[in-house]
Protein backbone atom coordinates (compact mmCIF):
# COMPACT_ATOMS: atom_id res chain seq x y z
CA UNK A 1 0.00 0.00 0.00
CA UNK A 2 2.94 2.28 1.25
CA UNK A 3 4.51 1.72 -2.21
CA UNK A 4 2.02 2.07 -4.45
CA UNK A 5 1.16 5.86 -2.93
CA UNK A 6 5.10 6.87 -3.59
CA UNK A 7 4.65 7.58 -7.21
CA UNK A 8 2.05 10.25 -6.51
CA UNK A 9 3.63 12.13 -3.99
CA UNK A 10 6.66 13.11 -6.10
CA UNK A 11 4.38 14.52 -8.55
CA UNK A 12 2.77 16.98 -5.71
CA UNK A 13 3.73 20.63 -5.97
CA UNK A 14 5.21 22.77 -4.39
CA UNK A 15 3.13 23.85 -1.38
CA UNK A 16 2.29 20.22 -0.55
CA UNK A 17 5.89 19.41 -0.25
CA UNK A 18 6.38 22.28 1.90
CA UNK A 19 3.49 20.51 3.79
CA UNK A 20 5.34 17.51 3.79
CA UNK A 21 8.54 19.10 5.15
CA UNK A 22 6.41 20.20 8.27
CA UNK A 23 4.71 16.95 8.83
CA UNK A 24 8.24 15.45 9.54
CA UNK A 25 8.83 17.32 12.99
CA UNK A 26 5.11 15.51 14.10
CA UNK A 27 5.15 13.94 16.92
CA UNK A 28 4.30 10.40 16.14
CA UNK A 29 1.72 10.22 19.15
CA UNK A 30 -0.01 12.79 19.23
CA UNK A 31 0.38 14.65 15.64
CA UNK A 32 1.57 17.71 16.79
CA UNK A 33 5.02 19.67 16.68
CA UNK A 34 7.16 17.46 18.72
CA UNK A 35 7.91 19.31 22.29
CA UNK A 36 10.93 17.65 24.21
CA UNK A 37 11.85 15.90 21.37
CA UNK A 38 13.53 12.93 21.37
CA UNK A 39 14.06 9.48 19.01
CA UNK A 40 13.93 6.46 19.17
CA UNK A 41 16.74 3.61 17.80
CA UNK A 42 14.61 3.04 14.86
CA UNK A 43 14.35 6.81 14.01
CA UNK A 44 10.96 7.55 14.75
CA UNK A 45 10.11 11.06 16.28
CA UNK A 46 8.04 11.53 19.13
CA UNK A 47 7.42 14.08 22.26
CA UNK A 48 9.23 12.78 25.58
CA UNK A 49 6.04 13.16 27.50
CA UNK A 50 3.98 10.98 24.57
CA UNK A 51 5.98 8.43 24.71
CA UNK A 52 6.84 8.40 27.99
CA UNK A 53 3.02 7.49 28.67
CA UNK A 54 3.14 4.95 25.46
CA UNK A 55 5.57 2.89 27.44
CA UNK A 56 3.68 3.45 30.45
CA UNK A 57 0.60 2.42 29.35
CA UNK A 58 2.09 -0.97 27.75
CA UNK A 59 4.78 -1.79 29.97
CA UNK A 60 5.38 -5.53 29.21
CA UNK A 61 5.54 -4.63 25.23
CA UNK A 62 7.75 -1.84 24.84
CA UNK A 63 7.37 -1.77 21.04
CA UNK A 64 7.81 1.63 18.76
CA UNK A 65 4.55 3.18 17.98
CA UNK A 66 5.24 3.32 14.65
CA UNK A 67 7.61 0.37 13.21
CA UNK A 68 6.51 -1.43 16.65
CA UNK A 69 10.42 -2.31 16.91
CA UNK A 70 11.64 -2.97 20.64
CA UNK A 71 12.15 0.57 22.40
CA UNK A 72 13.41 1.55 26.21
CA UNK A 73 13.40 4.87 28.24
CA UNK A 74 17.54 4.39 28.48
CA UNK A 75 17.63 4.03 24.36
CA UNK A 76 15.86 7.15 22.95
CA UNK A 77 18.29 10.32 21.91
CA UNK A 78 17.19 13.67 23.07
CA UNK A 79 16.58 16.43 20.08
CA UNK A 80 18.02 20.01 21.40
CA UNK A 81 17.48 22.35 18.57
CA UNK A 82 19.26 25.48 17.75
CA UNK A 83 18.96 28.75 20.84
CA UNK A 84 17.34 26.00 23.07
CA UNK A 85 18.19 27.61 26.28
CA UNK A 86 18.81 24.62 28.70
CA UNK A 87 19.96 21.63 27.39
CA UNK A 88 18.48 19.15 29.69
CA UNK A 89 17.58 15.85 29.20
CA UNK A 90 13.94 16.06 28.53
CA UNK A 91 13.65 12.72 29.85
CA UNK A 92 14.97 14.37 33.54
CA UNK A 93 11.90 16.71 34.01
CA UNK A 94 8.49 16.28 31.93
CA UNK A 95 7.02 13.51 33.54
CA UNK A 96 8.72 13.07 37.06
CA UNK A 97 9.70 9.12 37.11
CA UNK A 98 8.09 6.48 39.12
CA UNK A 99 10.03 6.31 42.20
CA UNK A 100 11.45 2.66 43.09
CA UNK A 101 11.55 1.33 39.44
CA UNK A 102 14.93 2.18 38.44
CA UNK A 103 17.98 1.02 40.94
CA UNK A 104 21.31 3.00 40.93
CA UNK A 105 24.11 0.43 39.76
CA UNK A 106 26.32 -0.47 43.04
CA UNK A 107 29.43 1.30 43.82
CA UNK A 108 31.48 -1.88 43.90
CA UNK A 109 34.76 -0.20 45.42
CA UNK A 110 36.67 -4.27 44.98
CA UNK A 111 36.59 -5.33 48.43
CA UNK A 112 33.50 -7.64 48.80
CA UNK A 113 34.40 -9.19 51.95
CA UNK A 114 33.93 -5.67 53.44
CA UNK A 115 30.04 -5.62 53.31
CA UNK A 116 29.68 -3.32 56.17
CA UNK A 117 31.04 -0.43 54.40
CA UNK A 118 28.25 1.09 52.96
CA UNK A 119 26.22 0.96 55.56
CA UNK A 120 28.28 3.43 57.62
CA UNK A 121 29.91 1.44 59.46
CA UNK A 122 33.40 1.51 59.45
CA UNK A 123 34.98 -0.86 62.01
CA UNK A 124 35.23 -3.89 59.63
CA UNK A 125 37.31 -1.56 57.12
CA UNK A 126 39.80 -0.92 60.18
CA UNK A 127 40.49 -3.63 61.23
CA UNK A 128 41.52 -5.16 57.96
CA UNK A 129 43.18 -2.55 56.36
CA UNK A 130 44.69 -0.41 58.70
CA UNK A 131 45.12 -1.46 62.47
CA UNK A 132 45.64 1.66 64.56
CA UNK A 133 42.69 3.29 62.83
CA UNK A 134 40.55 0.65 64.57
CA UNK A 135 40.83 3.24 67.87
CA UNK A 136 39.08 6.14 66.19
CA UNK A 137 37.12 4.56 63.92
CA UNK A 138 34.87 2.59 66.32
CA UNK A 139 33.25 5.77 67.56
CA UNK A 140 31.62 6.64 64.32
CA UNK A 141 28.82 4.67 63.74
CA UNK A 142 26.61 6.18 60.65
CA UNK A 143 28.88 8.91 59.29
CA UNK A 144 31.86 8.48 57.54
CA UNK A 145 35.10 8.56 59.05
CA UNK A 146 36.06 12.24 60.08
CA UNK A 147 39.98 12.87 58.98
CA UNK A 148 40.11 15.03 62.68
CA UNK A 149 37.86 15.13 65.12
CA UNK A 150 36.98 18.65 66.44
CA UNK A 151 38.86 20.36 68.81
CA UNK A 152 37.94 20.35 72.71
CA UNK A 153 35.82 17.37 72.19
CA UNK A 154 36.52 14.43 74.50
CA UNK A 155 37.58 12.31 71.21
CA UNK A 156 39.90 15.21 70.20
CA UNK A 157 42.10 14.57 73.27
CA UNK A 158 41.91 11.24 72.63
CA UNK A 159 43.36 11.08 68.98
CA UNK A 160 46.16 13.41 70.96
CA UNK A 161 46.76 11.03 73.33
CA UNK A 162 47.01 8.32 70.39
CA UNK A 163 49.27 9.70 68.25
CA UNK A 164 51.80 10.63 71.46
CA UNK A 165 51.54 7.01 72.34
CA UNK A 166 52.05 5.98 68.80
CA UNK A 167 54.97 8.28 68.49
CA UNK A 168 56.65 7.65 70.99
CA UNK A 169 56.04 3.46 69.94
CA UNK A 170 57.55 4.87 66.61
CA UNK A 171 60.78 6.60 68.50
CA UNK A 172 61.48 3.34 70.75
CA UNK A 173 61.44 1.10 67.88
CA UNK A 174 63.78 3.28 66.07
CA UNK A 175 66.25 3.00 69.17
CA UNK A 176 65.79 -0.14 69.42
CA UNK A 177 66.60 -0.72 65.29
CA UNK A 178 69.87 1.00 65.89
CA UNK A 179 71.11 -0.52 69.25
CA UNK A 180 70.34 -4.27 67.56
CA UNK B 1 -5.42 13.57 29.17
CA UNK B 2 -9.35 13.68 27.40
CA UNK B 3 -7.44 16.67 25.47
CA UNK B 4 -4.88 14.49 23.75
CA UNK B 5 -7.96 12.68 22.53
CA UNK B 6 -9.62 15.34 21.27
CA UNK B 7 -7.16 17.00 19.64
CA UNK B 8 -5.75 13.83 17.69
CA UNK B 9 -9.43 12.81 16.59
CA UNK B 10 -9.62 16.72 15.05
CA UNK B 11 -6.46 16.10 12.98
CA UNK B 12 -7.18 12.50 12.07
CA UNK B 13 -10.44 13.31 10.81
CA UNK B 14 -8.74 16.35 8.14
CA UNK B 15 -6.13 13.84 7.52
CA UNK B 16 -8.99 10.76 6.54
CA UNK B 17 -11.03 13.24 4.53
CA UNK B 18 -8.37 14.85 2.67
CA UNK B 19 -7.28 11.05 1.65
CA UNK B 20 -7.16 10.01 -1.47
CA UNK B 21 -9.34 6.73 0.10
CA UNK B 22 -11.93 8.59 0.59
CA UNK B 23 -11.74 10.60 -3.08
CA UNK B 24 -12.38 6.82 -3.85
CA UNK B 25 -15.02 6.59 -1.66
CA UNK B 26 -13.28 3.55 -0.05
CA UNK B 27 -13.89 5.12 3.63
CA UNK B 28 -15.57 7.57 5.43
CA UNK B 29 -15.37 9.32 8.88
CA UNK B 30 -18.22 11.39 10.33
CA UNK B 31 -18.63 13.19 13.56
CA UNK B 32 -21.37 11.49 15.59
CA UNK B 33 -20.96 14.17 18.65
CA UNK B 34 -19.00 17.56 19.15
CA UNK B 35 -16.72 16.24 21.79
CA UNK B 36 -14.57 13.76 19.21
CA UNK B 37 -15.67 11.13 21.51
CA UNK B 38 -17.75 8.97 19.00
CA UNK B 39 -17.47 8.56 15.43
CA UNK B 40 -19.14 6.84 12.61
CA UNK B 41 -16.48 5.05 10.14
CA UNK B 42 -18.07 3.84 6.34
CA UNK B 43 -15.83 0.86 4.50
CA UNK B 44 -16.92 -0.03 1.06
CA UNK B 45 -16.79 -3.69 1.00
CA UNK B 46 -13.31 -4.53 -1.15
CA UNK B 47 -14.12 -5.63 -4.94
CA UNK B 48 -13.34 -9.42 -5.55
CA UNK B 49 -14.97 -10.56 -2.89
CA UNK B 50 -18.63 -11.14 -1.24
CA UNK B 51 -18.47 -8.02 0.41
CA UNK B 52 -18.03 -5.89 -2.99
CA UNK B 53 -20.56 -3.24 -3.77
CA UNK B 54 -21.77 -2.86 0.07
CA UNK B 55 -21.30 -0.44 2.53
CA UNK B 56 -20.35 -0.90 5.74
CA UNK B 57 -21.13 1.35 9.05
CA UNK B 58 -19.27 1.39 11.81
CA UNK B 59 -19.39 2.66 15.46
CA UNK B 60 -16.35 3.85 16.51
CA UNK B 61 -15.88 5.26 20.29
CA UNK B 62 -12.83 6.96 21.57
CA UNK B 63 -11.61 6.48 25.08
CA UNK B 64 -10.37 8.93 27.29
CA UNK B 65 -6.92 7.35 26.77
CA UNK B 66 -6.70 7.47 22.82
CA UNK B 67 -4.24 7.40 21.27
CA UNK B 68 -2.44 5.27 24.29
CA UNK B 69 -5.32 2.77 23.90
CA UNK B 70 -7.03 1.56 20.49
CA UNK B 71 -10.48 3.10 19.40
CA UNK B 72 -13.73 0.29 20.19
CA UNK B 73 -14.89 -0.18 16.67
CA UNK B 74 -17.57 -2.80 15.61
CA UNK B 75 -19.56 -3.37 12.97
CA UNK B 76 -23.12 -1.76 12.70
CA UNK B 77 -24.28 -3.17 9.82
CA UNK B 78 -25.00 -6.36 9.96
CA UNK B 79 -22.03 -8.77 8.01
CA UNK B 80 -21.15 -12.34 7.86
CA UNK B 81 -17.77 -12.71 8.25
CA UNK B 82 -15.58 -15.42 10.51
CA UNK B 83 -13.56 -12.19 12.64
CA UNK B 84 -17.03 -10.34 13.06
CA UNK B 85 -19.99 -11.47 15.17
CA UNK B 86 -23.03 -12.08 12.89
CA UNK B 87 -25.15 -11.02 16.25
CA UNK B 88 -23.02 -8.11 18.09
CA UNK B 89 -20.75 -6.91 15.34
CA UNK B 90 -17.66 -7.27 17.83
CA UNK B 91 -14.31 -7.41 15.62
CA UNK B 92 -11.38 -9.74 16.35
CA UNK B 93 -8.74 -7.76 15.17
CA UNK B 94 -5.39 -7.57 16.96
CA UNK B 95 -4.53 -4.03 16.28
CA UNK B 96 -7.84 -3.17 18.05
CA UNK B 97 -6.66 -5.23 21.19
CA UNK B 98 -3.21 -6.38 22.07
CA UNK B 99 -1.04 -5.01 18.89
CA UNK B 100 -2.15 -1.54 18.15
CA UNK B 101 0.38 1.18 18.51
CA UNK B 102 -0.35 4.45 19.28
CA UNK B 103 0.98 5.81 15.41
CA UNK B 104 -1.95 3.87 14.34
CA UNK B 105 -4.50 6.52 12.89
CA UNK B 106 -8.92 6.23 12.46
CA UNK B 107 -7.28 5.72 8.50
CA UNK B 108 -5.44 2.94 9.38
CA UNK B 109 -7.73 1.27 11.67
CA UNK B 110 -10.40 2.09 8.00
CA UNK B 111 -7.75 0.49 5.62
CA UNK B 112 -6.89 -2.70 8.25
CA UNK B 113 -11.04 -3.60 8.42
CA UNK B 114 -11.46 -3.15 4.80
CA UNK B 115 -8.14 -5.78 4.66
CA UNK B 116 -10.12 -7.94 6.96
CA UNK B 117 -12.82 -8.10 4.79
CA UNK B 118 -10.78 -8.98 1.90
CA UNK B 119 -8.68 -11.80 3.95
CA UNK B 120 -10.12 -13.42 6.93
CA UNK B 121 -8.85 -15.45 9.69
CA UNK B 122 -10.35 -18.64 10.29
CA UNK B 123 -8.32 -19.67 12.46
CA UNK B 124 -9.19 -16.90 15.12
CA UNK B 125 -12.51 -16.62 14.90
CA UNK B 126 -14.74 -14.02 16.61
CA UNK B 127 -17.63 -16.08 15.06
CA UNK B 128 -17.05 -19.64 15.33
CA UNK B 129 -20.70 -20.85 13.22
CA UNK B 130 -19.45 -18.54 10.61
CA UNK B 131 -15.43 -19.69 10.63
CA UNK B 132 -16.98 -23.14 10.55
CA UNK B 133 -18.69 -22.46 6.91
CA UNK B 134 -15.46 -20.72 5.99
CA UNK B 135 -13.48 -23.94 6.19
CA UNK B 136 -15.79 -26.20 5.72
CA UNK B 137 -17.72 -25.02 2.63
CA UNK B 138 -16.48 -21.94 1.31
CA UNK B 139 -18.62 -21.94 -1.51
CA UNK B 140 -21.64 -21.83 0.75
CA UNK B 141 -19.93 -19.06 3.02
CA UNK B 142 -19.30 -17.24 -0.69
CA UNK B 143 -22.88 -17.46 -1.05
CA UNK B 144 -24.25 -16.13 2.22
CA UNK B 145 -21.84 -12.93 2.72
CA UNK B 146 -23.05 -12.20 -0.55
CA UNK B 147 -26.27 -12.25 0.56
CA UNK B 148 -25.84 -10.76 3.91
CA UNK B 149 -24.39 -7.62 2.06
CA UNK B 150 -27.45 -7.57 -0.51
CA UNK B 151 -29.93 -7.37 2.55
CA UNK B 152 -28.14 -5.09 5.10
CA UNK B 153 -25.17 -3.10 3.08
CA UNK B 154 -27.05 -2.37 0.27
CA UNK B 155 -24.93 -4.98 -2.21
CA UNK B 156 -25.74 -5.63 -5.85
CA UNK B 157 -26.84 -9.80 -5.89
CA UNK B 158 -30.29 -10.76 -5.09
CA UNK B 159 -30.29 -14.52 -4.28
CA UNK B 160 -33.68 -15.69 -4.89
CA UNK B 161 -33.43 -19.20 -3.58
CA UNK B 162 -32.30 -17.82 -0.20
CA UNK B 163 -34.81 -15.36 -0.41
CA UNK B 164 -38.11 -17.79 -0.71
CA UNK B 165 -36.49 -19.86 1.89
CA UNK B 166 -36.30 -17.04 4.39
CA UNK B 167 -40.76 -16.51 3.19
CA UNK B 168 -41.39 -19.73 4.08
CA UNK B 169 -40.08 -19.42 7.84
CA UNK B 170 -40.96 -15.93 8.32
CA UNK B 171 -44.25 -17.12 6.76
CA UNK B 172 -44.43 -19.47 10.11
CA UNK B 173 -44.38 -16.03 12.38
CA UNK B 174 -40.60 -16.42 12.71
CA UNK B 175 -38.80 -12.70 12.13
CA UNK B 176 -36.66 -11.90 8.89
CA UNK B 177 -33.34 -11.51 10.69
CA UNK B 178 -33.62 -14.02 12.96
CA UNK B 179 -34.65 -16.74 10.17
CA UNK B 180 -31.97 -15.76 7.58
CA UNK B 181 -29.83 -16.26 10.75
CA UNK B 182 -30.72 -20.01 11.13
CA UNK B 183 -30.60 -20.63 7.52
CA UNK B 184 -27.32 -19.06 7.24
CA UNK B 185 -26.36 -21.13 10.10
CA UNK B 186 -27.37 -24.87 8.82
CA UNK B 187 -25.92 -24.04 5.02
CA UNK B 188 -29.24 -22.95 3.77
CA UNK B 189 -30.96 -26.13 4.87
CA UNK B 190 -34.89 -25.15 5.56
CA UNK B 191 -35.44 -28.36 7.61
CA UNK B 192 -32.68 -27.96 9.74
CA UNK B 193 -33.33 -24.34 10.23
CA UNK B 194 -37.00 -24.91 10.75
CA UNK B 195 -36.15 -27.58 13.44
CA UNK B 196 -33.20 -25.53 15.44
CA UNK B 197 -36.07 -22.69 15.68
CA UNK B 198 -38.79 -24.58 16.97
CA UNK B 199 -36.73 -26.60 19.20
ZN1 LIG C 1 3.50 14.17 21.11
ZN1 LIG D 1 10.17 2.91 15.09
Redesign the interface.
Known sequence: ?AAA?EP?SSKSSNGEEKEKDETMLEC?????AARDAVVSMCG?LFCWP?LH??LE?RPN?Q????C?AAISKEKVVPLYGRGSTKQEDPRNKVPPRPPGQRSEPENNSGFPGFGFGDGGFHMSFGIGAFPFGFFTSTFNFGEPRPSAAPRGTPQFEEEQFLSKVFLWVAVLFICWLLMA | MANIAAQRIKREFKEVIKSEEVAKCAIKVELVNDNYTELKGEIAGPPETPYEGGTFVLEIKVPETYPFNPPKVRFITKIWHPNISSVTGAICLDILKDQWAAAMTLRTVLLSLQALLAAAEPDDPQDAVVAKQFKENQDMFRQTARHWTFVYAGGPHKNSDFELKIRRLTDMGIEDHQARVALSSYNWDLERATEQLFS
Open positions: MNGNICLDHCQWTRVCPVK
